[in-house]
């Protein structure tokens, strides 16, 4: 069977979740446990229950809808991604994957078709990682990757617990946060975030894995001078090795991998003044590549670089590797069924690695899982100027919907 | 006549000033126009009324003091430096400079010496820049170099308007913020905040002159990009030319002179997050050498630099210069007095140019002017490991006091 969503109504439905906590330049401010994200939470809620689907929130606040199949015995296709927003963020993201999800519920009560397994709907709690660290946490404690007492003690930069936020926001649930049942599989929607789709003139996305990461950071430590005083030869300055790393790492994938990236995103600077020798300077790295091994060489090249780097200029260095995940391959059962709901819409697409990492790098180890990308426009995420076309919106949330309701084995086909 | 002024006074005048501001860990935290710089100043005009000397505030907060001398017509001789203090700065820095003032004008009165020309004592407001940018604000204004309407104007972080602290402290007097008559001469004592005093096993600093300096900003323009969607020949990351660039003048000293520093100790990176590819990067610069054509060459260089570094990167720069001060030779009579001075007390001295700007720079212009300095251990100044003996201390306000007596003429010699 093929089915097809209301174009009209997921477009209507992601400009009712773009209206909370919408910035005055077309983007979205909604930071995970955040006033905004409780109101967007309470309207999702709310679209669910009108829908006549079994909410349940777990102990982390992840909100699950359940829309019964009609074999009580079967594993049921899980299907969602995350509502929460960088600072400043745009509107689509992870957005879209829970509006697409929901699209479908309401497709399948309006066609009332119904399924052998039990379709979930799933927010994740905080994806995004900006507000408390680390991001993809929902979905890491519910995957048992992250340890929920430890997560709840997480702190915003206010020194706020991540937990006394869930209750305030009241979304602190009694279910347990961990798969209940075994489930069959994990579906998510998201925007590419990145170009290829897009140059290649592709409709949507089919993606295969996501590859690994590693973040870290990277201190050296000089002595604090008067810049004007103190002789070039007698310095020890901790921001010359810091931008001789930056260097380095912006030159590193050219020698690892075709799709290597490496990235420094932020620094601190102290004491930060005109006219003073940095003393203490710290540089993140963010590397990625489909290949572990590609990774781990990456890790060794930068520690020998800041070393290299801070014997040059007579100082201490420290690294420091802050996350490491490996990369994924998605099951083949799953990419098939994004791959085939694809083409049976007509739509043009492609394969391709996710270079970010989302939930589904934490549902992966749980059940078979696969992504379906939407096309970004210019690449751009994170930011007021993300776009995807409400045509392109379309075309992935109705991949998705074929994708996870050929999974969830329609009865009345 | 040789002076010699009373060693155990002035340890406990610059212990009272330092008890002023005093952070836990022997520095001093005394910002221009704060409460603490308030109290230091009600300090300072207490020991001078106690002393008899005629104290005058001018409109921009600079504090004098006058010693009549016994010629109506002389024109006076101006010593002093700045109580203010960096951020969790050293005890010493300027301070010295006003107390060894402050220990003259107490022997004089203790030896009834009297002089032909007046001697004045100035705490000039202002000379760190930290809290209010420019730095050598009080004797920029009264030297005519600002306009005290514009100075009054400048804001500190919270907004807050200088002349509103001034005002606030009791310290915007009626005096006109200029030099009133003429002036013979004008010596400021003040620590090296270098290491060749320590290294040459000197006791005391005859200062020849400041080098001039360059302080400014280049900005690079990038895209903020996700740093794992985004492949590395699509990017354009603000920070990679900003980090070129730092090396860059790491190394254009050893090209330009055997004096040239030049120094990045600010940067700001903008959004600042370890998977967001940096859109906007600013660098200061801080170039310094006693040749005005070398700063040139050196602003050139820059220039060029940021250039060819942001065309590699494919984005837009800026190049701002903020500040530009000549290099100063001081005048070869106040050279030789303090030299003459070093002499006749039997320490062994060294001249040097002064790699810092000082309030002495706006001095120059108006009359003749020398520094003196005192050994910096370490060369380090403005944290609170600064540090000076106390007999090093004592010997450079002894050859101020000797080079400032001699130059008022004293009439009882």
Request: proline share 4%.
């Amino acid at each position: 069977m093929q089915l097809d969503i209301d174009r009209d109504r997921l477009i209507e439905a992601m400009e009712a979740q773009a209206a909370i906590g919408a910035t005055d330049n077309g983007g979205l401010h909604r930071l995970a446990l955040s006033d905004a994200d409780k109101d967007v939470r309470d309207w999702f809620v709310k679209q669910l229950s009108d829908l006549g689907v079994t909410v349940r929130i777990d102990e982390f606040g992840n909100i699950f809808g359940r829309r019964e199949g009609t074999d009580p015995a079967a594993a049921p296709v899980l299907t969602g991604s995350h509502l929460d927003s960088q600072p400043n963020g745009g509107i689509f993201d992870g957005q879209l994957g829970v509006i697409g999800a929901l699209e479908l519920l309401r497709t399948l009560e309006d066609s009332n078709i119904e399924t052998r397994r039990p379709i979930e709907i799933v927010n994740w709690t905080n994806e995004e990682g900006s507000r408390f660290q680390p991001g993809l946490q929902g979905s890491g404690v519910w995957s048992g990757e992250f340890d929920l007492e430890a997560e709840y003690e997480r702190t915003d930069r206010e020194g706020t617990r991540l937990v006394d936020e869930l209750e305030r926001i009241g979304y602190r649930g009694d279910v347990p946060a961990e798969p209940r049942e075994e489930y069959d599989s994990y579906f998510e929607l998201h925007i590419e975030q990145g170009p290829y789709l897009e140059a290649k003139g592709k409709e949507v996305g089919v993606v295969t894995g996501i590859v690994g990461l590693s973040w870290g950071e990277v201190t050296f430590y000089g002595s604090a001078d008067h810049a004007g005083g103190t002789p070039m030869h007698l310095r020890n300055d901790a921001l010359v090795p810091a931008a001789e790393l930056i260097v380095h790492i912006r030159r590193l994938p050219s020698t690892l991998g075709e799709r290597t990236v490496g990235t420094v995103g932020s620094m601190d600077i102290q004491p930060d003044s005109i006219n003073i020798i940095p003393e203490t300077v710290s540089v993140t790295w963010d590397v990625r590549d489909p290949s572990d091994a590609v990774i781990e060489r990456a890790i060794e090249q930068i520690e020998a670089d800041a070393k290299a780097a801070a014997t040059r200029e007579g100082i201490d260095w420290e690294v420091d590797e802050t996350v490491h995940t490996s990369s994924v391959r998605f099951d083949k059962r799953c990419v098939d069924a994004v791959q085939g709901a694809a083409e049976t819409l007509g739509y043009d697409s492609m394969q391709l690695l996710s270079g970010g990492a989302h939930d589904a790098s934490h549902l992966a180890p749980i059940c078979d899982t696969a992504m379906v990308f939407a096309v970004s426009e210019d690449g751009k995420s994170h930011t007021p100027a993300e776009h995807t076309s409400w045509d392109d919106c379309y075309r992935a949330a109705n991949t998705l919907a074929n994708a996870v309701v050929s999974t969830a084995e329609p009865v009345n086909d």
